[in-house]
């Protein structure tokens, strides 16, 4: 059988501090490898809460397990969705999240559900869609990236609803996670803070151009891409990059010298991408007439400010709340 395996090894300074995830097996079926995280960095990630839970089942997967979510330290005033690639999960970039030194950014880390992947003869792996083979002809699994992207847009409205507007949250990930990342913003209604794809490609290559919105049409986008990439070939990122150049009003595509993997180069590039888009900002003033507010209002208003509300049981509480920060 014919093997290739999609690797995202760290660099020694991140091995030292992360996990070593060695992801997709093709042909044959290898294990998940998971590397051991340094005490204590384990207390950062964290699943939602009951109230936080996003519940999916994509058609031709199980059912999606909850995000792992790594809280801004400092007050809430943008959010990042980052998708892994094939055969990891959220926590295997949700360390990287205190690296990037943005205390007012809540991250988002999704897990895809478990799969039968064509490529790998059925194997079941965690997955967005299924791959059906690895060339820029090959057929799309369009359900899968239809069901993934709606997914996305989903978080991205609960955001919303909890205070963050759009132009406030980035979406992005890596390889598989990254295409999907980058159909979802190309589609979305409201332009976003901005869009990542790292060792990714253009998911929908062939349909995307009629599916772009105003909104995907006005959001950044930050591509990066290993020269030495032997998984998803440089040139297909260089393929991508100029297609989607050629949709959005501002497009930055970047090189280094590293496989399929990341850098600290890139994720410094990547920091100072989204620190462009969404600067810390400051707290709105708090209105005059608190108790005016309505229960959704009082919630939006304490969640930007990164407060709980999760033992909030009547609008009472709500309000005490808010005042407490006057």
């Known amino acids: 059988a014919v093997l290739a395996v999609q690797l995202r090894v760290k660099t ?5 501090r992360g996990q070593l995830i060695a992801a997709l097996v093709l042909g044959t079926c290898i294990g998940l490898c998971r590397g051991l995280q340094e005490p204590g960095s384990t207390s950062a990630a964290q699943t939602p809460s009951t ?23 400092a007050q809430h005033s943008a959010s990042v969705i980052w998708l892994h690639g094939l055969g990891d999960s ?38 967005w869609a299924d791959i059906k083979a ?3 002809e090959a057929p799309e699994d369009e359900e899968g990236i239809m069901q993934t992207r709606d997914m996305v847009h989903k978080l991205i409205a609960d955001e919303v609803a909890s205070g963050i507007p759009p132009a406030r949250i980035a979406v992005g990930g890596f390889s ?37 919105t105003d909104g995907g049409r006005q959001t950044p986008f930050f591509q990066a891409h290993g020269a030495q990439d032997p998984v ?48 810390e900002a400051a707290p709105a003033p708090m ?17 930007g400010r990164g407060v709980d509300t999760s033992d909030c049981l009547e609008k009472a509480d709500l309000i005490a709340k808010a005042k407490s920060l006057l």
């Open 12 to 16: 020694p300074r991140q091995n030292s």
């Open 51 to 73: 109230s936080q839970e996003q519940q999916f089942r994509l058609r031709g997967g199980g059912a999606m397990s909850d995000p792992v979510i790594v809280s801004a330290k």
């Open 90 to 127: 959220g926590h295997g970039w949700a360390s990287h999240a205190p690296e990037m030194k943005m205390p007012w950014v809540k991250w988002i880390f999704p897990n895809a559900p478990n799969r039968a992947v064509t490529i790998n003869n059925g194997a079941q792996m965690p997955a």
């Open 134 to 136: 690895l060339s820029p």
């Open 176 to 212: 598989q996670g990254g295409a999907m990342a980058g159909f979802a913003c190309l589609t979305h209604g409201a332009p976003l803070g901005g869009c990542f794809v790292l060792s990714g490609f253009l998911a929908m290559k062939m349909k995307v151009a009629s599916m772009l």
């Open 232 to 279: 998803v070939p440089f040139l297909f990122g260089q393929i991508s990059a100029q297609l989607v150049q050629g949709m959005v009003r501002s497009m930055e595509f970047k090189q280094y010298p590293m496989q399929h993997t990341s850098s600290v180069e890139e994720l410094a590039d990547l920091r100072a991408f989204l620190v462009k888009a969404m600067p």
């Open 287 to 303: 209105p005059e007439d608190i108790e005016g507010l309505s229960a959704k209002e009082l919630k939006a208003l304490l969640h």
